[in-house]
């Protein structure tokens, strides 16, 4: 680990996120300090994450994250920081996992790209969960009776709402997937348990997430479960998108497109190629290459 959270913004105009090297980290929308989609702990012990991704072995329950944190402390996890994305590259439990985050050029979306290869002689099933704790504000803890969180089977994604705050009370939140839902929750307490032990979230003990669709005030979350099937020496991906639009059929426009892993290739690509360009703008040369 790093003696201390190694941060990285990833950012276009209006939307953005801050990783770190142990996490997902936090999501913002327009106000990086004021309409806080997920929150931010400001945490430089600990660094808590109020976003997660879970992966789950329906042959043995085994429960890891590809990120060092909360639950991936048992194998060696390679950290790439880039201007354009993160990537967490991890080789356990027969798997070759590789997870990317990235921010595209104009949407209000981050992308959360997972790939996995099946480096076993059988097939794998196993289960992707994203996991976010809605803030819609500035500070966690602040009273927020009006936040709600809810399902919307007309674009197969979970809504977040906070009427409570003048100037972002009309946006909505959500977090969608490319693939079929298998299960969700907007509950943190039914995703959390009595325990509330983030490396090993209770609903992660059940066959599903419970499909609680309806949650309202310091409740409110959006977990999303998917299944990957994976045949031997197989390759399987899913991506998670987490944003916020000007409404809820702004929303919808916004899932429809994302859906489509063409998009989201052709978005890492063109993502890439702008900062590369945006950094490549100034060369210097000084006697000490290091400086350079």
Same mark, same amino acid.
């Given at each position: 680990?790093?003696?201390?959270?190694?941060? =990285?913004?990833?950012?276009?105009?209006?939307?953005?996120?801050?990783?770190?090297?142990?996490?997902?980290?936090?999501?913002?929308?327009?106000?990086?300090?004021?309409?806080? @989609?997920?929150?931010?702990? =400001?945490?430089?012990?600990?660094?808590?994450?109020?976003?997660? @991704? /879970?992966?789950?072995?329906?042959?043995?329950?085994?429960?890891?994250?590809?990120?060092?944190?909360?639950?991936?402390?048992?194998?060696?996890?390679?950290?790439?920081?880039?201007?354009?994305?993160?990537?967490?590259?991890?080789?356990?439990?027969?798997?070759?996992?590789?997870?990317?985050?990235?921010?595209?050029?104009?949407?209000?979306?981050?992308?959360?790209?997972?790939?996995?290869? =099946?480096?076993?002689?059988?097939?794998?099933?196993?289960?992707?969960? /994203? /996991?976010?704790?809605?803030?819609?504000?500035?500070?966690?803890?602040?009273?927020?009776?009006?936040?709600?969180?809810? /399902?919307?089977?007309?674009?197969?994604?979970?809504?977040?709402?906070?009427?409570?705050?003048?100037?972002?009370?009309?946006?909505?939140?959500?977090?969608?997937?490319?693939?079929?839902?298998?299960?969700?929750?907007?509950?943190?307490?039914?995703?959390?348990?009595?325990?509330?032990?983030?490396?090993?979230?209770?609903?992660?003990?059940?066959?599903?997430?419970? =499909?609680?669709?309806?949650?309202?005030?310091?409740?409110?979350?959006?977990?999303?479960?998917?299944?990957?099937?994976?045949?031997?020496?197989?390759?399987?991906?899913?991506?998670?998108?987490?944003?916020?639009?000007?409404?809820?059929?702004?929303?919808?426009?916004?899932?429809?497109?994302?859906?489509?892993?063409?998009?989201?290739?052709?978005?890492?690509?063109?993502?890439?190629?702008?900062?590369?360009?945006?950094?490549?703008?100034?060369?210097?040369?000084?006697?000490?290459?290091?400086?350079?």
């Amino acid at each position: 680990p790093t003696p201390a959270p190694w941060s =990285n913004v990833l950012t276009n105009d209006a939307f953005g996120t801050i990783v770190t090297e142990a996490g997902l980290g936090f999501t913002w929308a327009i106000n990086s300090g004021e309409n806080r @989609l997920t929150p931010w702990f =400001n945490d430089p012990i600990e660094d808590p994450q109020g976003e997660r @991704l /879970y992966l789950r072995d329906e042959e043995n329950a085994r429960v890891w994250t590809p990120t060092p944190l909360p639950a991936g402390g048992n194998s060696a996890c390679r950290v790439h920081q880039g201007p354009d994305r993160t990537a967490w590259h991890r080789d356990s439990e027969g798997l070759e996992q590789e997870l990317s985050v990235f921010v595209p050029v104009t949407d209000p979306v981050k992308l959360v790209r997972l790939r996995l290869r =099946n480096r076993t002689a059988r097939s794998r099933r196993v289960t992707a969960t /994203y /996991y976010t704790e809605w803030l819609l504000g500035a500070v966690r803890g602040e009273q927020a009776p009006l936040r709600t969180s809810r /399902y919307d089977p007309a674009c197969h994604a979970v809504l977040g709402r906070n009427p409570w705050t003048d100037e972002f009370g009309d946006r909505v939140a959500f977090l969608a997937t490319t693939l079929p839902v298998h299960s969700l929750t907007t509950s943190r307490r039914d995703f959390h348990g009595l325990r509330a032990d983030p490396a090993l979230p209770a609903g992660l003990l059940n066959w599903d997430l419970g =499909n609680r669709q309806a949650s309202a005030g310091d409740d409110c979350c959006a977990a999303l479960q998917v299944h990957l099937d994976i045949p031997p020496d197989g390759t399987t991906e899913v991506c998670f998108v987490l944003g916020q639009g000007d409404d809820l059929e702004h929303v919808r426009n916004l899932v429809k497109h994302w859906q489509e892993p063409s998009t989201i290739e052709a978005a890492a690509q063109t993502c890439a190629t702008v900062w590369a360009d945006r950094l490549g703008k100034v060369q210097v040369k000084t006697p000490d290459p290091t400086f350079d």
